[in-house]
């Protein structure tokens, strides 16, 4: 089955660095949503987005839908111990569609 | 609320034992989804149901049945477990533009 592309694949940071992270397709998507899995938990939604070119901001979160509609940009400013985790892209074609999701981003945040 | 529940959080099987994974939503998805996360890899869809009395096979449904009991309820169910089955399992339930909720996860190693 079809996954998106999402890098990097790990990253190890220090606290207080900013982190950004990618999402890309070979097809278009109408929705665009990023997940975080905490260490032993599910999935939960971080920000969706609608609208290409659409810059969507959760605290220190703020993603972006590509205008091509084939990818979706998550940056975290200022990262913090509890960044820790995976975090997924999921697109989406049309209104309650199955969703694609990403391969998934692990982040390590040091003292 | 307690958005989607899944039971057991941890099982450990014998190669050959049967089980049924439970997952109940009180958010009144309509479509619910069977996954399965492992190490390293993102999440797989096993199973799928898009409305109560219809399923549909996933990327890896093999080795797995599922039913959708009411809409509330989508069972997953290991009819000869092994151990290319020990992962984590994630049940989900959609909910229109804001992708899925999922729940906490049920661990299960088979030895």
């Known amino acids: 089955g079809q996954q998106l592309n999402q890098s990097p694949q790990s990253m190890f940071i220090q606290e207080g660095e900013d982190v950004s992270m990618n999402c890309t397709s070979s097809?278009?998507?109408?929705?665009w949503l990023w997940y975080k899995q905490d260490p032993g938990e599910g999935p939960v939604l971080l920000i969706a987005?609608?609208?290409?070119?659409e810059l969507t901001s959760n605290g220190r979160l703020t993603a972006q839908f590509g205008i091509t509609r084939k990818d979706s940009f998550l940056n975290i400013s200022a990262s913090i111990p509890s960044d820790v985790g995976i975090y997924f892209c999921?697109?989406?074609?049309?209104?309650?569609?199955?969703?694609?999701f990403g391969t998934g981003t692990r982040l390590q945040v040091t003292l | 609320n307690a958005g989607v529940t899944q039971t057991p959080k941890f099982q450990v099987l014998k190669t050959g034992q049967s089980m049924t994974l439970q997952c109940a939503q009180d958010?009144?998805?309509?479509?619910m989804y069977w996954y399965r996360q492992d190490p390293g890899m993102g999440l797989r869809l096993i199973y799928y149901?898009?409305?109560?009395?219809?399923?549909d096979k996933g990327e890896v449904p093999n080795g797995y049945n599922v039913s959708r009991l009411n809409k509330r309820e989508f069972s997953l169910r290991l009819e000869s477990a092994a151990p290319s089955q020990t992962s984590v399992y994630f049940c989900?339930?959609?909910?229109?533009?804001?992708?899925?909720?999922f729940g906490s996860g049920t661990r299960l190693t088979v030895v």
């Open positions: 999921a697109g989406q074609v049309a209104f309650a569609s199955k969703l694609t």
């Open positions: 987005l609608y609208k290409a070119g």
């Open positions: 989900a339930g959609e909910q229109g533009n804001y992708g899925y909720t």
């Open positions: 958010m009144n998805h309509n479509s």
């Open positions: 097809s278009i998507f109408n929705t």
């Open positions: 149901s898009a409305s109560e009395g219809t399923t």
